[in-house]
């Protein structure tokens, strides 16, 4: 039988016989209609069967005890002077009211019943007067008397009333109540009574059945969406309950009065987080687009705390902390609303707003109904109704959403429907036996399926074997997540290659299939690429260095190992001349020769535009140096020809014998060294290292040295020396000296500063270094300050590297800035070629030096071609002239003369000399009487330790050689020191 269902679709809808069609109609459309407006007729034009109206509320009197002290007799006394009322506000007071009020007499021989219809009362008492004969007591627990609890609060039965009777109460009222009092005839009382419970019964079983409905759809569907509407539905109906006054009950069991108080505080909490988290997660996509996340997390807030409150204080004062909280979070609700109902305009937003402005004026009439005496839903038919009303269109709005999910939902799968027909990618579904079972066009057309009458077979049909087990293999996750097949070579013998993806879903193998035949010509292309030259087709650098690698590992006593490094010699004329297309093809016509020279287990690479490394794998060395003889023959002694033209080429090779124990890098820098020394010998093309040579073992020292200075941390051993500099002017009044940079070894050998600070620039690690010598230089002059009173300027280089560093220079100012009392003592030496490198940049930095108050010295002065070119930029406050010229000037009288003219210079712009290297007693006189200020070198002291310093107190002290002390002591006048002129007096930054 075919059942109609509301989204069913339009096309299965024209296609119903008229018959179906009627009915569908029928049922969907017209009953459902007539259903809707026979209830609004009936709504509005029928009578309630219970066939009663309510009495209108009776007019008493009532004052407030508040000392709890009054006697019936005073308390009905003092209301005589009190006005009439129809209701009365308690404003939250728990202390007792009297009220009193006077009974009509009844109309023929019907009972009188007089309802006291406030949910808030806990006690009520009442007597009749005069006489104070007491009619009946009750509370919550407990009744007697002509009293008992009756609908939302108690009622009074008098029985039949002939005459005007007065009746005084008194009652204790917890919460927001409000005292009112209404006289019925019996019978009609009864309906109201049946009315009341019905109302309840209308509310409990509609929002029941209402969320039972939801929690089965919340199962079914597996949402936790409509758990949270289930539960605010079930808040909806105990608030409701809680405003009608029948709170006290559930479904057939009564509540125990004292966890009421308890019990609504959590309801009310737990309603407000509920309702709030509720309209977070319906509209969630709309509150993203809306915005205030702080006016959302302000609810989440509230809420918390609420529910905090709602388990501390009791019911009087957690009240006005609810209304607070409610007025507040009505007013973000409100406004989030209407900035979801300006940019989304949904039905279901429609829908919520008609439900919340439902619930929100029941709840605000309720606060207001409390704080200013305002009240409008006094009625049981009206709450329920409200009720019923707000989770009916809160559940629209829930449906709305359903049923825009639903839509998005449905508009995704035609998307996806199309997107599986449209795309490139073979998509594919096989059964168990491996049948193909969906396909999309882009699969057909991979495995080229002809026609479209042509049915696709089995996956075996297409691949070559094995390829079904590749493909379980990913489905069961032991084969990685995809995989390359090969495909059935086709009549020309050609196979295609293809990458396949898979997973097992719904008992069936669903699978995305890639025809890359282009790109796995081209990977097998670029692994070729990768390890060799495109030029010449020999492997490239990183080709021969895994060769190389692996050549060693499996290197043993008797498989010995050789390797050869080949350069050009002059090959750079060849392009220069002739262009690079000849000098390309002279590198094709080399390899050949050479491969045509080699054995199966020896390889050549390219690793360089003109160098290259030949491998000889179990080679004796002595073999591999005849071979690489005739390949040198080979190369050099027979021309190239191209087209017309024919080459000579020369090269050098430098063989070394390997050890196991080596590295590549190593090994590529040894030969490399070799090469460059065959590159000198004008006859001998060949140089060969065996193992064990000292310049071989030298070359791994130095590689050691290299690595040993290249980690993360500064090694260790490193420490420094201070060599004096002695004035000639007063060789016995100053202690100047230059700080050298040393490195002791693990054999206690102290290794010479020139290697240290070559390794050091070579794997980049000078840097660190500098900073050390900065530091520990400056700390050591700080703490002995006061030991070095004749000492004016402490040399320190610096390297070119470290300078070039932008890094370095901010790391130094901060050094020095954290040493502002010695930074005048220290002179800075640059040299020559590093300051020339950059002239704008070492102005700068010589500029910041002096602006601290440190002095700068240009090292080796004298050795680049430019120094006296751009002498002139550079404020720097001394020149060390090159120790080149010092140690021939007195052989050379030109080296006098470049000597007396760079000291000159110096004078003229206002600078000091210092000559190094010197040697002995003669140069340090002729220097003197060029006028040069300061000498350093062996003659004067060696090295010395830091403590040898502290000890000494001059330069001079230091000196052993006697025609210097002669020449020292030469130097005084009248058994003191040789004064230094006026016109010898230097500038506050100068050298002293």
């Known amino acids: 039988m075919w059942l109609f269902h509301a989204d069913t679709p339009k096309n299965r809808i024209a296609a119903l016989k008229p018959r179906d069609w009627a009915g569908f109609y029928f049922s969907v459309v017209l009953v459902p209609a007539l259903i809707i407006v026979l209830t609004v007729i009936a709504f509005i034009s029928l009578e309630s069967r219970f066939g009663h109206r309510n009495p209108s509320p009776s007019l008493f009197h009532a004052l407030s005890d508040p000392g709890q002290r009054l006697l019936p007799e005073q308390a009905f006394q003092q209301l005589a002077d009190t006005p009439l009322q129809a209701y009365r506000d308690t404003q939250l007071l728990e202390t007792p009211f009297w009220f009193s009020f006077q009974v009509s007499p009844n109309d023929g021989n019907a009972q009188t019943e007089i309802e006291l219809p406030s949910r808030h009362a806990q006690q009520i008492s009442c007597w009749e007067m005069p006489g104070q004969r007491l009619l009946g007591a009750g509370s919550r627990d407990l009744l007697e008397g002509q009293i008992r609890a009756e609908k939302t609060g108690f009622v009074l039965t008098l029985g039949h009333i002939a005459a005007a009777t007065n009746v005084i109460c008194k009652g204790t009222f917890s919460g927001p109540a409000r005292i009112s009092v209404r006289q019925w005839e019996s019978t009609e009382f009864e309906q109201s009574q049946n009315e009341f419970y019905r109302g309840i019964g209308l509310l409990e079983g509609g929002l029941l059945t209402l969320t039972l409905f939801v929690l089965v759809a919340a199962l079914i569907n597996r949402e936790w969406m409509y758990v949270l509407f289930a539960v605010w539905l079930l808040g909806n109906l105990r608030l409701g309950a809680n405003a009608m006054g029948w709170d006290a009950h559930w479904l057939v069991w009564t509540i125990p009065n004292q966890w009421l108080p308890w019990l609504r505080q959590f309801t009310f909490a737990t309603y407000y987080i509920v309702t709030f988290t509720l309209f977070g997660r319906l509209f969630q996509a709309e509150l993203k687009q809306v915005g205030f996340a702080i006016l959302q997390d302000i609810l989440r807030w509230l809420g918390l705390i609420l529910l905090g409150a709602a388990v501390v204080l009791p019911y009087r004062q957690f009240l006005p902390i609810l209304w607070v909280w409610t007025v507040v979070g009505i007013v973000i609700l409100v406004f989030l609303l209407a900035r979801i109902v300006w940019l989304a305009r949904t039905r279901a937003v429609l829908w919520y707003c008609a439900s919340m402005f439902v619930v929100l004026f029941t709840r605000v009439e309720e606060v207001f109904a409390a704080a200013f005496g305002i009240k409008t839903l006094d009625e049981v038919p009206n709450n329920v109704i409200a009720a019923l009303l707000s989770s009916l269109m809160a559940s629209f709005a829930f449906a709305e959403q359903m049923r825009a999910g639903k839509r998005e939902l449905a508009i995704a799968q035609a998307e996806l429907r199309t997107t599986y027909e449209v795309t490139p990618i073979g998509l594919f579904t096989l059964d168990a036996d491996g049948r193909f079972v969906r396909t999309n066009l882009a699969l057909e057309k991979i495995l080229g399926r002809e026609g479209a009458d042509q049915q696709l077979k089995k996956w075996d049909d297409y691949f070559q074997p094995g390829a079904r087990d590749k493909l379980l293999k990913i489905v069961s996750g032991t084969g990685g997540n995809e995989a390359e097949l090969r495909g059935i070579a086709g009549p020309d013998g050609k196979a295609s290659f293809y990458l396949v993806r898979a997973t097992f879903a719904n008992g069936r193998i669903e699978g995305s299939l890639q025809d890359i035949t282009d790109r796995s010509q081209a990977v097998e292309r670029l692994r070729f690429l990768a390890e060799h030259d495109p030029l010449t087709g020999v492997l490239n650098r990183r080709g021969i260095e895994i060769l190389l690698e692996q050549a060693i590992e499996r290197q043993c006593v008797d498989r010995p190992l050789a390797l050869a490094y080949l350069d050009l010699d002059r090959f750079k004329l060849i392009n220069d001349l002739f262009g690079h297309q000849s000098g390309d093809e002279v590198l094709k016509q080399l390899c050949d020769r050479v491969e045509q020279s080699l054995d199966r287990n020896s390889h050549i690479g390219r690793i360089g535009g003109d160098e290259f490394i030949i491998l000889f794998q179990d080679t004796k060395i002595e073999d591999a140096t005849a071979i690489c003889s005739a390949i040198v023959q080979k190369i050099s002694y027979q021309s190239y020809h191209i087209g017309a033209r024919a080459f000579q080429v020369k090269g050098s090779i430098g063989l070394i014998e390997v050890d196991g124990s080596m590295r590549v890098q190593d090994a590529i820098s040894a030969a490399d060294r070799a090469c460059r020394e065959a590159k000198k010998a004008h006859d001998e093309h060949i140089v060969v290292y065996h193992k064990n040579a000292p310049v071989f073992l030298e070359r791994l020292e130095e590689l050691s040295l290299i690595e040993k200075l290249g980690g993360e941390f500064l090694p260790a051993g490193l420490f420094v020396e201070m060599q004096p500099i002695m004035s000639l002017r007063e060789p016995e009044e100053s202690l100047n000296f230059e700080v050298l940079l040393r490195l002791r070894d693990a054999d206690n050998r102290v290794v010479p500063a020139t290697k240290v600070v070559a390794a050091a620039e070579e794997n980049g690690n000078i840097g660190a270094i500098d900073r050390w010598v900065m530091s520990t230089v400056l700390d050591w002059l700080a703490k002995h300050q006061s030991q070095l009173k004749r000492t004016k300027f402490v040399c320190v280089n610096l390297s070119g590297a470290s300078l070039n560093d932008e890094k370095f220079v901010q790391d130094i100012f901060t050094i020095l800035h954290r040493h502002p009392q010695v930074v005048p003592l220290l002179c800075i030496e640059i040299t020559e070629s590093v300051a020339l490198h950059d002239l704008e940049h070492t102005g700068r930095f010589i500029d910041r030096l002096q602006a601290l108050g440190a002095k700068v010295a240009l090292d080796d002065f004298g050795a680049g071609y430019t120094s006296f070119t751009y002498l002139k930029s550079l404020s720097a406050d001394a020149l060390k002239i090159d120790g080149a010229f010092i140690q021939s000037m007195n ?102």
């Not at 000091?912 to 040697?919: G, P, Q, R």
């Not at 006189?925 to 000494?952: F, H, N, R």
Request: aromatic share 6%; net charge negative; charged share 20%.
């Open 891 to 992: 052989t050379h009288p030109a080296n006098e003369a470049i000597v007396e003219a760079i000291v000159e210079l110096a004078r003229n712009l206002g600078m000091k000399s210092i000559a190094e290297w010197v040697e002995d007693c003669r140069m340090i006189e002729a220097l003197a009487k060029l006028g040069v200020d300061y000498v350093q070198g062996y003659i004067v002291a060696t090295p010395q330790s830091p403590d040898a310093i502290l000890t000494a107190q001059s330069a001079a002290s230091f000196i052993t050689d006697p025609a210097l002390l002669r020449f020292v002591a030469s130097r005084r006048v009248g058994g003191a020191a040789w004064a230094v002129g006026e016109d010898d007096d230097l500038p506050p930054s100068g050298l002293h």
